[in-house]
């Protein structure tokens, strides 16, 4: 069993910068891919980022691409996500989940999930 807790949401202006953690319990952090997903009102949720294992092989979506950067401390079993040039459109609810594979995107691979933390940016 992994338990996922999220931290670092917040309200943030047009062009700011937020950093998401994702601390996650359990003695075999390094064996699960870690990934970001997002779900703003009325859509689906998506996949933002993933990293593998060791963290050596890195996903994101296209929208997100240049901009945020996902990285992996498995001393610390935590995931993070940095926000850069955040937009309006970023605006969401961001969860940080854990599969056994070694990296996917596809969010039924994922065994585990957090309980979610506000993006707003505002414009």
């Known amino acids: 069993q992994v338990q996922l807790v999220e931290h670092g949401g917040g309200l943030v202006q047009a062009g700011g910068s937020l950093r998401l953690s994702c601390a996650a319990s359990?003695?075999?952090?390094?064996?699960?891919?870690m990934g970001w997903f997002r779900q703003a009102p009325g859509k689906e949720r998506e996949a933002v980022a993933a990293?593998?294992?060791?963290?050596?092989?890195?996903y994101y979506t296209d929208s997100v691409k240049g901009r945020f950067t996902i990285s992996r401390d498995n001393a610390k079993n935590t995931v993070y996500l940095q926000m850069n040039s955040l937009k309006p459109e970023d605006t969401a609810v961001y969860y940080c989940?854990?599969?056994?594979?070694?990296?996917?995107?596809?969010?039924?691979?994922?065994?585990?999930w957090g309980q979610g933390t506000q993006v707003t940016v505002s414009s």
């Open positions: 989940a854990a599969s056994r594979d070694y990296i996917i995107i596809t969010s039924s691979r994922y065994n585990y």
């Open positions: 359990g003695p075999t952090f390094t064996r699960y891919g």
């Open positions: 990293i593998s294992w060791s963290g050596g092989t890195t």
